[in-house]
């Protein structure tokens, strides 16, 4: 069983920046990809980034390449989304995910994932 528990969300101006922690419990972190999604009002759920257990590898949905960054602290047991030049577009819930899954497994797909937080809102204004 893991728990999720996401923080930083908030209001920024359009072109700011935010980072969203995600705090995790488990002595077995190191056994879950992780993954950041988010929902905007009126959307489904999509994916934004994950990371691979050892965190060497990740990727991410087009719309925050270059932008977004995602990272993890297998022995704090954290993942990180660092969002630069944020665009009124990325308002929305933001969730973190985990996937018990292989050592190199990169996975975008919602259904994949075993556990989610309880979400952060992140918004921003134009």
């Known amino acids: 069983q893991v728990q999720l528990v996401e923080s930083g969300g908030g209001l920024v101006q359009a072109g700011g920046s935010l980072r969203l922690s995600c705090a995790a419990s488990g002595r077995t972190f190191s056994s879950y990809a992780m993954g950041w999604f988010r929902q905007a009002p009126g959307k489904e759920r999509e994916f934004v980034a994950t990371i691979s257990r050892s965190g060497g590898s990740t990727n991410y949905a087009d719309s925050v390449k270059g932008r977004f960054a995602i990272s993890r602290d297998n022995a704090k047991t954290m993942v990180y989304l660092q969002m630069n030049s944020l665009l009124p577009e990325d308002t929305a819930v933001y969730y973190c995910?985990?996937?018990?899954?292989?050592?190199?497994?990169?996975?975008?797909?919602?259904?994949?994932?075993?556990?989610w937080g309880q979400g952060t809102q992140v918004t921003v204004s134009s």
């Open positions: 995910a985990a996937a018990y899954t292989g050592l190199n497994a990169i996975l975008r797909r919602e259904s994949t994932y075993d556990y």
